[in-house]
């Protein structure tokens, strides 16, 4: 009996020591010598410097501990492999995880290891922190694809995985939630396609869990209430559904950041968000939500949220009035709520937020007066309220905002007279006051607002003289169009200056002297303005008609002709020479670094390669093009990971414009386009460079371009007046944005059907910026010859100068094909041919025979909208460029909440009688 328990106890010794018996039979030299064999492994990749490894030798196999990137336990076997960052390429199939029981540390995040992730990765018992993953905006990255193994779930004690911007597909595993010691993990970037796992719940030590843009979907899985010390949970570009259960909100208390935007969240905002009194970031814009924001109720209320820095809530069906409560949120510094149905006053107790920077409130249903509250947030630099139904005075007590940048209130019904004390704000640069009811004169403190870049005025009951603004010297836009100011009193010199439809001011002008210090250039484009060899210059207004004008009679003829000519001769040289050129490749190679530059800088929408897009479109084979500009091709690329996305290829042998810039200066353009953030702007990924090719990555849209749709079966059966008219205010509005919103401002240069593209609703999406360029206010902007024939501007043929005007003519060429039908070649040629008010050769035509007769014509308010967008589109495609309307005024105009009524009805109306309602 004594000897039967010796025995029991000597094997159940014998089993506890079995896993000391296997650890202490890895030696260090196996363990080098297996990290030898991996690194055999490892392909040279472009910038990799093979000396950073260089002590991983078979001549210093007994130096483990002093090798590179490796740190040793106590026994000398490795437990921390610390690769990041040395641009490794490699794959993990010859590493024998086997060997590394006591590896608590495994970190090869930022190189360019590939392929999948071995279910042996589960041998690594002992493992803390796993990091496989990315940082934002690097060029180096690793393309791990593959589903995440099950095996994960065995590595008991793994506090820390980090998996994110790699090519990983699938599911989440289930297993993940054996995980109980997990304090962080990150899967973001990815392409995984499953649901949550309701396991995850129950990893309770959780404190940081981003599965962000990933295609993920289906509801929260109620077990995440369980996650009780989640400070940051990023769930954002995802197709999840349903609604944020109160019952999951209000586990959540020590939340300091939420992300939930970009998804397809429905119902309510739960009133519990009030519980997460240590909130800071909340962002929930672009879902499905719909009902009020949550109100006063204590403690289930948004105002509760004392910590909140953002607060995100645009682009939603919110409806209901701002919450007073918005008020207690004392360390709040940007306020979304744009683009919802909210109605009722501005809260007064919004003038409590005094750290507040950006205030957008515009385009809801706002009613009520402006609060005298607002004066008091003194750190305020955009403050948005237009397209409201504002009412009342503009509060003086703005006039004490002097940090205030951007002031836009246009598209309201405010009334009185502009207060003087607006002419403190000495940062503002742009002053949106268009389409109201304000009186008065102009103050004349406007002129000092020194940084003033546009002033649009127009559409408001202005009386008296334009007063003095010398101060304005950097002023670029002046609209002061439909009120009732009848002169001038100033004299300045200024460097640039638009004064766009003045032609409703009465009384005379001063004929000389205005611009006196204002170079020649400063004029291109600009009708009126006439400059002397002196450099002296004055301005004619076209209602007025002086001697000089009819002297010079014959001269704007003879220049006109000239004009046109050179416009003929140099569109046949151009196309010559898109043929035949061979010179063009030797000026490509002037760009430094041109061929070896290949990088990738990309929005946080999506994680992929440049070689994978190779790979998925056959090395651009003919078969992936799914169409063809003057400046490329555009590919559709079905990646590995199941994501769709656009590629434009700008072949810079056929491109005069892109080789002659700097490519680092063109890098930094696309930096500026990838936060471009605009409901109609495609979303720009970023772009990569190979063999003399410029690539540009895009959002792909399934249902194509707006010439597709226009001239497929879609453009009778869905593409109806509404529709059509909806299209065209989109475009206004996402070309106002480039134009008047960006700093520095964007001009597109290539605007036309086939590169407007549609969502499923048909809400359409400027895309293709391959052309694009940034306006500079110090720079005149000139270009060589961009864009596609039939959209472009006549003046870039002969003047080659980028200005907004551009655009403007391109946009009236699209507006104008949407609702005919058809592209409006005989109304250009028209144009060009007669003078730039009015078409002779069609003046006589009927609107309705114009149309797209594939329609029936419209009737009542629809009628209104369709006669505004024609005698808006004649506008924009005016020969002279300072005739233009602005694509700001264009916006406004198409927006403008009661539509003008017909001069006389429909089936009467004439192109020429369109013509002269914008006269």
């Not at 204002?518 to 009126?528: E, H, K, L, Q």
């Not at 471009?676 to 410029?694: A, E, P, Q």
């Amino acid at each position: 009996m004594q000897l039967k328990t010796m025995t029991f106890h000597y094997i159940l010794l014998l089993l506890f020591a079995l896993p000391l018996i296997k650890t202490t039979s890895i030696s260090p030299r196996k363990q080098a010598e297996s990290l030898i064999k991996w690194k055999a492994g490892f392909s040279p990749s472009s910038s990799s410097p093979p000396s950073l490894l260089h002590s991983w030798s078979l001549t210093n196999l007994n130096s483990l501990c002093n090798w590179t990137a490796i740190v040793c336990t106590k026994t000398r076997t490795v437990s921390e492999i610390q690769l990041s960052d040395m641009e490794i390429n490699g794959t993990l199939a010859l590493f024998d995880f086997s060997l590394f029981p006591n590896l608590t540390h495994f970190d090869l995040g930022g190189n360019y290891f590939r392929g999948p992730i071995p279910s042996a990765i589960g041998n690594l018992s002992g493992l803390i922190t796993l990091d496989l993953g990315n940082k934002l905006y690097k060029e180096t990255h690793n393309q791990f694809s593959g589903p995440i193994p099950d095996s994960i779930g065995l590595i008991s004690g793994l506090q820390h995985i980090d998996l994110s911007w790699n090519l990983l597909e699938g599911k989440i595993p289930p297993s993940i939630g054996k995980l109980r010691d997990l304090q962080f993990l990150d899967l973001s970037y990815n392409s995984l396609n499953s649901s949550i796992p309701s396991e995850l719940g129950l990893c309770t030590n959780l404190t940081y869990l981003s599965l962000s843009y990933n295609k993920l979907n289906g509801e929260l899985p109620l077990s995440l209430s369980n996650l009780k010390n989640l400070v940051h949970l990023l769930l954002s570009n995802n197709l999840f559904i349903g609604q944020i259960l109160p019952s999951l909100v209000s586990n959540w208390t020590k939340l300091v950041s939420l992300y939930l935007a970009i998804n397809s969240f429905s119902g309510t905002i739960s009133a519990e968000i009030g519980q997460l009194k240590q909130l800071q970031d909340l962002s929930l814009y672009s879902n499905k939500f719909s009902g009020e924001i949550p109100q006063r109720e204590i403690p289930q209320s948004l105002g509760n949220l004392s910590q909140l820095h953002i607060l995100y809530l645009d682009q939603n069906r919110l409806t209901g009035e701002i919450p007073q409560s918005l008020g207690k949120l004392t360390l709040l510094q940007e306020l979304y709520l744009s683009y919802n149905h909210l109605t009722g006053e501005i809260p007064q107790s919004l003038g409590k937020l005094t750290q507040l920077h950006e205030l957008h409130l515009s385009d809801n249903h706002l009613t009520g007066e402006i609060p005298q509250s607002l004066g008091k947030l003194t750190l305020l630099h955009h403050l948005h309220l237009s397209h409201n139904q504002l009412t009342g005075e503009i509060p003086q007590s703005l006039g004490k905002l002097t940090q205030l940048q951007v002031l836009s209130f246009h598209n309201n019904h405010l009334t009185r007279e502009i207060p003087q004390s607006l002419g403190n704000l000495t940062q503002l640069q742009l002053l949106y006051l268009s389409n109201n009811h304000l009186t008065g004169e102009i103050p004349q403190s406007l002129g000092n607002l020194s940084r003033l870049r546009e002033l649009d005025l127009s559409a408001n009951n202005f009386t008296g003289v334009i007063p003095r603004i010398s101060g304005m010297l950097d002023l670029k836009l002046l609209s002061l169009s439909n009120n009732n100011l009848t002169g001038v009193q100033f004299t300045i010199g200024c460097n640039t200056i638009r004064i766009a439809h003045a032609h409703k001011i009465r009384g005379p002008l001063p004929t000389r002297g205005i611009f006196e210090k204002a170079p020649t250039s400063a004029f291109v484009g600009n009708y009126g303005l006439w400059s002397h060899a002196d450099g002296r210059t004055e301005f004619k207004s076209s209602s007025t008609h002086s001697k000089r004008a009819n002297k010079n009679k014959v001269s704007i003829i003879l220049y006109s002709f000239c004009g046109f000519a050179t416009v003929a001769i140099a569109i046949f040289f151009f196309l010559m020479f898109r043929k035949k050129s061979t010179i063009r490749p030797q000026v490509i190679k002037t760009s430094q670094n041109f061929e070896s530059f290949e990088a990738m800088i990309l929005q946080e929408e999506v994680k992929f390669t440049f070689a994978e897009v190779v790979k998925a479109v056959d090395d651009f084979h003919e078969k992936y093009c799914i169409g063809k500009g003057g400046f490329g091709k555009v590919y559709k690329a079905e990646l590995q990971s199941g994501q769709v996305v656009a590629v434009k290829r700008l072949n810079t042998d056929d491109s005069n414009d892109v080789p002659v810039i700097n490519l680092q200066s063109f890098q930094n353009e696309i930096r500026t386009l990838t936060t471009i953030r605009h409901r109609n702007v495609i979303r720009l990924y970023g772009f990569s460079t190979r063999k003399g090719c410029i690539f540009l990555l895009y959002e792909y849209l399934e249902r194509g371009s707006l010439g597709k749709a226009l001239y497929g079966v879609e453009g009778v059966t869905e593409l109806g007046w509404p529709t059509r008219v909806k299209i065209v205010q989109g475009l206004a509005h996402a070309l106002s944005y480039l134009h008047h919103d960006c700093s520095p401002p964007i001009v597109h240069r290539d605007v036309t059907v086939n590169n407007v593209l549609l969502e499923q609703d048909f809400e359409p999406r400027l895309s293709d910026f391959g052309t694009a360029k940034l306006l500079s206010i110090d720079s005149s902007n000139w270009t060589n010859i961009v864009g596609t024939l039939g959209y472009m501007a006549p003046e870039l043929a002969y003047i080659m100068q980028v200005t907004d005007k551009c655009d403007v003519y391109s946009f009236g060429v699209v507006a104008l094909e949407v609702m005919m039908g058809r592209h409006p070649r005989d109304m250009l040629e028209s144009q060009l041919l007669e003078s730039s008010t009015s078409m002779k050769g069609n003046a006589d035509l009927l609107l309705k025979d114009v149309l797209d007769q594939r329609l029936e014509p419209p009737a009542n308010e629809l009628a209104k909208a369709v006669v505004l967008v024609m005698s808006i589109a004649l506008a924009c495609i005016r020969t002279r460029p300072g005739l233009r309307p602005t694509m700001h005024f264009v916006s406004q105009n198409l927006s403008a909440q009661s539509l003008p009524c017909l001069p006389e009805p429909f089936g009467m109306l004439t192109i020429n009688k369109l013509l002269a309602l914008q006269n």
